[in-house]
């Protein structure tokens, strides 16, 4: 099994448990590295803005258009970076996980497409990077 269709699977493989708060921390990496690796398949990288309550930063995310589960890394304008995932659960009801990156999740992040969050979240505008721009 190549290593994109271990990634594909463990995307695959996520769904809403109760058991998922306590495992978030192990599978944040392998999630992540799935995020970068789709994005850089990807023809272009969009890099956006989200405002939720007092957080605000830019982020990036794999397939925009489903909304039953949703996987974002976010670039905070604390200068921090999370993951964010949101899963529906049995009753259709979204369950939200956020987990703060350590230094090593971080690294699993090209420098370019740090710089890119930075700088979208600096400027206050979304940005889309023709692939290639960042790796």
Known sequence: MTEREQLDEVWETV???????????????????????????????EVGLFHKGKDAGSCIAYDIYNMDKVLEVRYKQDTSFEMYLALEDDEGDMQYFYHTLTDKEIKIIPEGLQMLMRKAWNDGEELVYSKGTVE
């Open 15 to 45: 769904y809403y448990t109760d058991e998922l708060k306590k495992t978030i921390r192990d599978i944040a990496p392998a999630l992540i590295e799935f995020l970068i690796v789709s994005l850089l398949e990807q023809g272009d990288i």
